[in-house]
């Protein structure tokens, strides 16, 4: 999921070095809430349904080093 909606414009490794316009999303420290508001308004290539982006904020939130 992350792949196909978000990593056209994000990374998820920690540094820029990609150079994707939305920024790389490791070091951000968000709640769980915090992120779904973010995945929600993210212009991703189609409308994400609730458990797609219970999903990807679940995917992103463990890469963040949150449990
Ligand atoms: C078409 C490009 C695009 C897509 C696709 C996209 N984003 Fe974003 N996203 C952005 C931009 C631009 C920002 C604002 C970056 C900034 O302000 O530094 C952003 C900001 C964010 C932020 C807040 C952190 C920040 O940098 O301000 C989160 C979290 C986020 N995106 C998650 C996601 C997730 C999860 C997906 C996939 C479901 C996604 N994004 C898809 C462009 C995109």
């Known amino acids: 999921m992350f792949a196909a909606q978000c990593s056209g414009c994000h990374s998820l490794i920690g540094n820029e070095s990609l150079r994707r316009q939305g920024g790389d999303l490791v070091h951000f ?6 992120l ?4 929600r308004e993210m212009p991703t290539r189609r409308v994400l349904s609730n458990l797609e ?5 679940a995917y992103v939130h463990a890469a963040q080093g949150n449990r």
């Open 53 to 57: 982006l219970a999903a990807v904020v």
């Open 29 to 34: 420290r968000m709640t769980a809430s915090q």
């Open 36 to 39: 779904l508001q973010f995945a």
